[in-house]
């Protein structure tokens, strides 16, 4: 049996078949700083319930796996250090063993299809890492989303990845791209990439129309949706690429590897940039978090 755990919010959304978005907890953990972690995921949170469906944050406390989280549960987690990040190889061994730990992408997925949750926002997913013909290390995300059947919304993968390389293993794997309302696909801090995205949709109807179809083909997994960041929140690349070019070679310097890889270049772009990578990291969360709402809506 799965020790999962309803917040009560969650759980009167599930009775009564309100729309419910999944949100994971490695962006609070790993991915922000404290406190604007935990005033993201709140701010998060309000968004969805503004558009008309219900948050669920994800992550496994004392042995648990949480469907929506408390306001002291998120704090708690968003002050925390040394907190686990949990992805598909270890949430099981977290559950036996008492842990505690935030859920990635590929994580929060599967804890999404095992409560009913078919819609999930976040910032970015992992992808292929740039050198990863010689480090192997491409996410266990992309895997997940040719597995299980939860459409994800992001703002496209991070320019620490090989976004090229990403896109072909998640065309390998037979993954959906989606494009949502432009040709080309968003690369995180940036509207465009220079990459044209598979699929491209322009209304959340057709996204959920598209999700339910997989199902009926007896496809198992789920989507991507590369939403772009608003325009007002982009960072011109020229300012990115030297920093991200800077933070890639101090990581490769210190020998940073496996799951601190992530964590270590996002924590030293947001020190290079004063902060204007979280700014921007925020609001395209909040954006995701609108779409997704939108989407949960029309499968509901
Ligand atoms: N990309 C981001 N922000 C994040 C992450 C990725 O822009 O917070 C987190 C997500 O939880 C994602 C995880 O699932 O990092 C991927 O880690 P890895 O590359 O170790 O699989
Ligand atoms: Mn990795």
Redesign the pocket.
């Known amino acids: 049996m799965i020790p999962l755990h309803y917040a009560p919010e969650v759980e009167a959304a599930k009775a009564a078949g309100q729309p419910i978005v999944a949100l994971?907890s490695?962006?609070i953990t790993?991915?922000?700083p404290y406190p604007q972690n935990v005033d993201t995921a709140r701010r998060v949170e309000q968004t969805i319930r503004d558009h008309g469906a219900v948050p669920a944050t994800i992550a496994v406390i004392d042995g648990q796996l949480h469907i929506g989280l408390t306001e002291a549960e998120l704090d708690g987690l968003g002050q925390a250090k040394d907190v686990a990040?949990l992805?598909r190889a270890d949430m099981a061994a977290s559950l036996a063993t008492g842990g505690t730990g935030?859920?990635?992408?590929?994580a929060?997925m599967i804890a999404a299809r095992h409560a009913g949750i078919e819609v999930f926002a976040?910032?970015?997913?992992?992808?292929v890492?740039r050198g990863a013909e010689l480090s192997f290390?491409i996410?266990?995300?992309l895997q997940e989303l040719s597995q299980t059947a939860v459409t994800v919304v992001a703002a496209g993968?991070?320019a620490i990845l090989d976004l090229p390389k990403t896109l072909e293993v998640l065309e390998t794997l037979g993954v959906p791209v989606i494009a949502y309302g432009q040709d080309m696909l968003p690369a995180?801090w940036s509207r465009v990439s220079t990459l044209k995205a598979p699929l491209r949709m322009d209304e959340a109807s057709l996204i959920a129309k598209a999700h339910r179809m997989r199902a009926a083909l007896g496809l198992p997994g789920g989507q991507l949706i590369a939403n772009p960041i608003p325009a007002t929140d982009e960072i011109p690349s020229q300012i990115l690429t030297p920093i991200i070019e800077q933070a890639l070679a101090e990581a490769d310097a210190q020998g940073v590897d496996?799951?601190s890889?992530?964590?270590f270049l996002?924590g030293r772009i947001f020190e290079l940039t004063d902060g204007a990578s979280l700014t921007a990291?925020i609001a395209l969360v909040l954006n995701n978090a609108r779409l997704a709402a939108q989407i949960a809506r029309n499968l509901t």
């Open positions: 994971e490695t962006i790993h991915g922000m990040k992805s935030a859920t990635t992408v590929a929060t976040t910032g970015g997913i992992g992808g890492h290390d996410s266990a995300d993968a991070k995180f496996g799951k890889v992530t964590p996002l990291n």
